[in-house]
């Protein structure tokens, strides 16, 4: 690659993406944003179930897998997330964070992506989900 630095490409953690969008929502209000069926479907897809406890495994009907990581209300949800076809899991965190009383971001990051191609389809995956949720608001 002639020493040209590939975007998105890390020596810890592979190919990664982050995208985010600050809403006029208070932190509790994004977090419920995220966290509602409506969100979570919007966000991983249909699953039969999703609590957000650590531990709890799921399979989407698109065919995504994973396992809860962490939880901490209010401020952010780790879990391995893998599509199927993929060689391993990538580690999904989706955070939201106060900027003010009134404003919050919401943000994906997710890491241990396979390939540049795979980064540039999650990237846009991601913003999709943001504008869905701006949509709801």
Not at 43 to 62: A, C, M, N, R, Y
Not at 98 to 114: A, R
């Given at each position: 690659?002639n020493?040209?630095?590939?975007?998105?490409?890390?020596?810890?953690?592979?190919?990664?993406?982050?995208?985010?969008?600050?809403?006029?929502?208070?932190?509790?209000?994004?977090?419920?944003?995220?966290?509602?069926?409506?969100?979570?479907?919007i966000?991983?897809?249909?699953?039969?179930?999703?609590?957000?406890?650590?531990?709890?495994?799921?399979?989407?009907?698109?065919g995504?897998?994973?396992?809860?990581?962490?939880?901490?209300q209010?401020?952010?949800?780790?879990?391995?997330?893998?599509?199927?076809?993929?060689?391993?899991?990538?580690?999904?965190q989706?955070?939201?964070?106060?900027?003010?009383?009134?404003?919050?971001?919401?943000?994906?990051?997710?890491?241990?992506?396979?390939?540049?191609?795979e980064?540039?389809?999650?990237?846009k995956?991601w913003?999709?989900?943001?504008?869905?949720?701006?949509?709801?608001?």
């Open positions: 690659m020493g040209e630095k590939v975007v998105g490409l890390t020596q810890s953690a592979g190919f990664q993406v982050g995208v985010r969008k600050t809403f006029p929502l208070r932190v509790e209000e994004a977090w419920e944003l995220v966290t509602t069926a409506k969100g979570i479907e966000w991983l897809g249909k699953v039969d179930s999703f609590p957000l406890q650590i531990g709890h495994s799921f399979h989407t009907d698109e995504i897998s994973g396992d809860i990581r962490v939880v901490n209010h401020q952010n949800i780790r879990m391995n997330w893998k599509k199927e076809g993929w060689p391993r899991a990538s580690i999904l989706i955070r939201t964070i106060s900027q003010d009383s009134l404003k919050s971001t919401i943000s994906f990051h997710q890491e241990h992506l396979p390939n540049l191609e980064r540039d389809e999650m990237k995956r913003e999709q989900v943001l504008n869905s949720f701006k949509a709801m608001i």
